[in-house]
């Protein structure tokens, strides 16, 4: 019997009273958090006897440890960090400056390098990091600015007062698989806030309540996402160069995929490698872990890999909906930052130095709800609009349209990129409606069923154990760790659509999608039903405790029947150096 | 009762570790976590003094990371907390990290000390008992259970193949805390912030450098273990490989 | 000539099995060094012990017998057995690594002046110099330790490191000579009651020493029991990978692997286990691994000593039959 974890009901629960509370210790909520340390001290320098305090401002992290949840290429463009901390690059861990770049296009068995690189893919004066330990340092700052960052507590739900929102609770500690309390139970804290930002990353699911109970995205685009699935190699020495960035399309996708793959040289003959799959493909058949498997059996990757060693696998969401898929951004109490709004530049497939930006802004106006004493939308509305005079908007509305042209397929999309590129980001219409990605996938019984053009995107990798791995192994190397004894924190509202209609219809698909193997089909031996069928009756199981906390389900399930909630605090992967 | 619990961070249990340059220890860039047995030491020590009243303090020799042990155990319930802080605690064998902890206590009077049984990086179990005896108190090691007596305390020791005893001892005295003893607490968001304003002496290298003398044993190589597996594949109809697996479990493995 | 003292456990006039793994440590470090090996035994009335431990191949076998020493305590044990190496003045003091020795052996170091290397699994010589390897990091890793003093070096060793059965036997019975120490009662600090076992709740894997071992090839919560006979045919434990866990068919503190318990067993029997990582972790540090699995390409014959590739419904009731035929 599958028990999904739910808040405890019917009990006390602690309270503490909070300024500002920030769900998400990542770039975005850090960023805020800095922010607001730089604002309040100026402040108490000129209001010395009106001092304002951080003794009440909370920075929430589900991770263990700061920067363990965070996972990314990644590529920082400086522009956001050098507005927060002028000289960062001097005590900031980077691990390179981008010193080369290049995009290939991959064939089956071949590959070419484009001529020139495509403007937005341009990297020079970016930065190679490890976002875990850019995070890490940042939240180092953070705590010596006298912020304090809650490690291991997680934000499960929003408290509203009718229509404002006033605070967070925080996770229910010590819960057993059966939802009962155990001898160390410890209660999530409400913590009631004036004001609550949101930073939570990727579908963050304090977000999607929130958006869903006040309608935010009622004149948004539907929200659309890819999944980064990314390996860590450590190759010989002068295979890739520190700061060597390539970019790959084309194999092993088809052109109706989305999708591509990075590689950026670190330091110490680290790389960091990765394929991202859009989450809007038609074969619920598909598995993002073994298109990357596939794509380094490429002879152009393979090569580059050959004696080198994986050291770290793990996955993440991103969401490429762009200026339109933003939701609206703020209201009573609230104000939504980073990859939780979705403020990522997919062409340039970098949202980082937007995530920080956009938590400076909100810190701005946070402050200024402080001071004034007002937290409602009339305050914290100026986010919004201080948003869309900032040079996030600026660079989001020349790739307004850009994600969804290629709705059609890749030829559709580029057509419509260099259309785009001529119009100031506008192309054919004003405003490219989107779709949600789940809407696209295919029913079995409308595909080939040996695949087709997508074979071996298909199904479970097997991995030679050297150049690519089983699902199992490369999980391994995620360093995921849970309390095992808790409820399952992947709600599945409705199990006998897995059990019977999904599996006829889509095939499960979450037992593909999942890069951590979290969803299996297992034998129902319960019901007795197997004794007399031909085909052994299958049911949903769940191994929640593999889960990296990608979002990858909440967003892809066909029937939208899946809301991940964040498990007991402390638990996730161990995404070092990442 | 005043109670010190001696914690030390060790690497987390399945991070991937590396050798460094020389191969006589391990690459310090990974992530660290308080050693199991130690928290399981604080949990006994925190409900020691929820029964009995007093006081819990925490002690920990290492570099500036190692403070994060401290902190968390201060945030669970400890009163205050000692860092003997370099990196040069480190590479200290048991009998100088035993001496270094007793020189930074020499003005306290506990009547408990506990440390866990072993560390999860060296897994000596030297050190409680060593300290014990620089001390001069009576000890006793893998305990399973504590209560006061009139004379003292009686603890539950842990045996082999599933024995137990009870002992009998006077305070003061150092026991050595089992894994699984107890079920841990969580810190608390209050605790937390508790635990910034609880104290922290820190003791420098050269407060205690006048009690350690070199080590007298020395790490001479750290290696990767090697081991040559060859696989024997047994063949056949399954009563001949049944026969075959019982005659080498017998008399190449002896285990029957 | 430098000698080697192992000092020999033993409980109620019987001695602990696992000393004569630390005889035969002895006598091969002595053979390796030209060293001469001792042995001496502790306790109340250990006549018969002492007399036991000198049929084998020892220079001479010390009884240190004392009504002090009728009990175990720290302060008794690490007194007399201090005034022993006092006067014997051995290089190098051996002891199994038991709870008994763990809870006495450091005290008795530093009474010295010395230091003990514990849990050791063998000993490397280099030129003249002899060092002890012992893991850490929980298996991750193997140290080489060397002692920074002159004697007397005490180490401990492992269970298993050593063959008990390979300690050799004397060709003459050993000299034992009676060693009288005196210990002042008020000395001793500890008061020990009796041992007792207790219905334990929860298993300790680590403690056993053959494991039987399923995964998902057992198919169904039914078939567990076949797999039970056999570890009850054995002697050993059921223990099982996470799914098995997962699914409720053992309780969860019978699961091997990086999220459950790591065992080094003399035997692992691994029934129908594929041998994921994760699993592997727990359990790679058993001396001997058996497998069996229908598939040829599961990993874990990559780590099995014995391969066995075949349908384990067909060959485990034959073999708990021959089992049970081989120990009548």
């Keep these: 019997m599958l028990i999904f974890r739910k808040p405890i009901e019917g009990i006390e629960r602690p309270e503490m009273p909070a300024d500002v509370v920030i769900v998400g210790g990542g770039p975005a909520g850090m960023a805020c958090a800095l922010r607001l340390s730089q604002l309040i001290d100026e402040h108490n320098a000129i209001h010395p006897d009106s001092p304002l305090s951080k003794e009440n401002i909370y920075v929430l992290e589900k991770a263990r440890e700061v920067g363990q949840h965070c996972l990314s290429g990644a590529l920082l463009d400086p522009r956001a960090m050098r507005e927060l901390l002028p000289g960062f690059e001097t005590e900031a861990p980077i691990e390179a400056e981008v010193s080369k770049e290049a995009v290939h296009y991959l064939t089956q068995t071949g590959q070419f390098k484009l001529p020139i690189t495509p403007p937005p893919l341009q990297d020079h004066g970016n930065y190679v990091i490890s976002i875990n330990r850019f995070v890490k340092w940042m939240g180092e700052k953070v705590e010596a600015a006298g912020i304090t960052v809650f490690t291991g507590f997680a934000g499960s739900e929003l408290l509203y007062d009718g229509d404002r929102v006033i605070g967070v609770r925080t996770d229910d500690k010590g819960i057993d698989k059966q939802n009962q309390k155990k001898s160390n139970f410890e209660p999530g804290y409400d913590l009631k806030a004036k004001v609550v930002v949101l930073a939570e990353g990727s579908r963050g699911s304090l977000t999607k309540q929130l958006v869903s109970k006040f309608d935010l995205a009622r004149d948004s685009n539907p929200q659309t996402y890819g999944v980064g699935v990314k390996e860590l190699w450590e190759l010989p020495p002068g295979r890739v160069a520190a700061g060597e960035v390539i970019y790959t399309m084309g194999y092993p996708l088809t052109t109706k995929e989305y999708g591509g793959a990075w590689i950026y040289g670190g330091k110490d003959n680290v790389i960091s490698l990765g394929f991202v799959t859009g989450l809007d493909y038609s074969d619920p058949r598909l598995d993002p872990q073994r298109v990357l498997q596939e794509f380094k059996k490429h002879p152009f990757i393979a090569k580059m890999l050959e004696g080198g060693k994986m050291i770290r696998y793990g996955a993440k969401s991103l969401p490429y909906g762009g200026w339109w898929a933003l939701p609206a951004l703020a209201g009573d109490g609230f104000m939504i930052t980073g990859d939780s709004a979705g403020f990522l530049n997919s062409a340039r497939l970098k949202g980082i130095h937007l995530a920080m930006k956009s938590g400076m802004i909100a810190a701005q106006t946070a402050f200024e709800a402080l001071v004034k004493g007002d937290s409602s939308e009339k305050t914290l509305g100026l986010y919004p609009k201080r948003v869309g005079q900032s040079w996030i908007k600026e660079e989001l509305w020349k790739v307004r349209n850009f994600h969804q042209g290629f709705e059609k397929g890749f030829y559709a999309g580029l057509a419509h990129t260099m259309l785009q590129q001529v119009t100031f980001g506008r192309g054919l219409y004003a405003r490219y409606p989107s779709h949600a990605g789940y809407e696209r996938m295919q029913h079995l019984d409308a595909l080939p069923a040996n695949g087709g053009a997508e074979a071996n995107l298909l199904g479970d990798a097997k991995g030679d154990g050297k150049l690519t791995f089983d699902k199992l192994t490369d999980l391994y190397h995620s360093g995921t760790k849970h309390e095992e004894d808790q409820p399952a924190h992947l709600v599945i509202h409705d199990t006998n659509i897995c059990n019977t209609r999904c599996v006829k219809e889509f095939g499960n698909p979450c037992t593909h999608f999942c890069p951590a193997n979290v969803y299996e089909m297992v034998e129902d031996t319960s019901s007795g039903q197997g004794a007399s069928s031909e085909v052994p009756v299958k049911r949903i199981s769940l191994n929640a405790a593999n889960c990296v906390h990608c979002k990858t389900c909440d967003i892809m399930d066909p029937y939208q029947i899946i809301d991940w909630v964040p498990p007991e605090g402390g638990g996730g992967p161990n995404y070092d150096g990442m | ?256 | 000539m430098p000698s080697i003292l192992v000092i020999v456990e033993q409980q109620q006039g019987k001695p602990n099995r696992v000393s004569w793994e630390t005889i035969a440590a002895g006598q091969a470090i002595a053979a390796d060094m030209g060293w001469s090996v001792e042995a001496a035994v502790a306790g109340n009335a250990i006549a018969g012990v002492a007399g036991e431990v000198a049929a084998k191949k020892l220079a001479k076998v010390y009884a240190v017998d004392s009504p002090s020493l009728d009990r175990y305590n720290p302060d008794a044990f690490a007194a007399a057995l201090k005034q022993l190496i006092v006067a014997k003045q051995p290089m190098l003091v051996l002891m199994p690594h038991t709870y008994q020795v763990r809870d006495f052996a450091p005290k008795l170091a530093t009474q010295l002046g010395r230091c003990v290397i514990s849990d050791c699994t063998g000993y490397k010589k280099g030129g003249e110099k002899l060092v002890f390897t012992r893991q850490m990091f929980q298996g991750k890793f193997s140290a080489d330790v060397s002692f920074g003093s002159d004697g007397p070096w005490l180490a401990t060793f492992q269970n298993g490191s050593f063959r008990g059965d390979k300690a050799e036997d004397g060709a003459a019975t050993a000299p034992i000579e009676t060693f009288p120490v005196t210990i002042d009662a008020a000395a001793v600090r500890n008061q020990p009651e009796e041992w007792f076992k207790e219905a334990k709740q929860a298993v300790d894997l680590t403690q056993a020493e053959i494991i039987v071992s399923v995964g998902r090839g057992i198919k169904e919560q039914k078939n567990i029991e076949l797999a039970q006979q056999l570890a009850t045919a054995l002697g050993g434990e059921i223990a099982a990978s996470r799914p098995i866990c997962d699914n409720g068919w053992l309780p969860m503190d019978r699961q091997i692997g990086s999220s459950g318990q790591t065992v080094s067993p003399k035997l692992y029997l691994a029934l129908g286990i594929s041998g994921a990582i994760q699993h592997i972790v727990g359990m790679k540090g058993a001396r001997a691994i058996v497998a069996i699995n229908k598939d040829s390409e599961a990993p874990i014959f990559e780590i099995a000593d014995i391969a066995v590739v075949g349908n384990l419904f067909d060959i485990v009731p034959p073999l708990i039959e021959e089992i049970k035929t081989a120990k009548s």
């Design chain 2, 1 to 256: 009762m005043k109670i010190l619990v001696c914690m030390k961070q060790v690497p987390q249990k399945d991070a991937p570790l590396k050798l460094n340059e020389s191969g006589t220890w391990i690459r310090e860039d990974v992530s660290y976590e308080v050693n199991e047995p130690d928290a399981f030491a604080l949990e006994e020590a925190l409900r020691q003094k929820e029964k009995h009243g007093g006081e819990v303090v925490v002690i920990t020799s290492g570099p500036a990371r190692a403070q994060q042990v401290l902190r968390e155990a201060l945030a669970k319930g400890a009163d205050r907390a000692i860092h003997l802080e370099d990196d040069a605690f480190v590479g200290l064998d048991a009998l100088n990290t035993a001496r270094a902890l007793a020189a930074a206590i020499k003005d306290e009077q506990f009547d408990l000390i506990f440390t866990g049984l072993q560390s999860d990086d060296y897994g000596f179990a030297q050190t409680g008992v060593i300290l014990a005896e620089l001390l001069g108190w009576p000890h006793a090691t893998i305990i399973m259970h504590l209560e006061k007596s009139d004379s003292g305390i009686r603890v539950k020791r842990e045996l082999e193949a599933g024995f137990f005893q009870f002992v009998n001892m006077p305070l003061p005295a150092v026991l050595t805390i089992q894994s699984g003893i107890n079920k841990l607490r969580y810190a608390t968001l209050i605790g937390i912030k508790q635990a910034k304003n609880k104290p922290m002496r820190k003791v420098a290298l050269a407060d205690v450098q006048t009690a350690l003398t070199t080590n007298l044993q020395k790490i001479e190589k750290l290696y990767v273990p090697q081991k040559t597996k060859k696989t024997e594949t047994l063949d056949g109809p399954p009563a001949e490989i049944a026969k075959k697996l019982v005659d080498k479990l017998r008399n190449e493995l002896r285990v029957l």
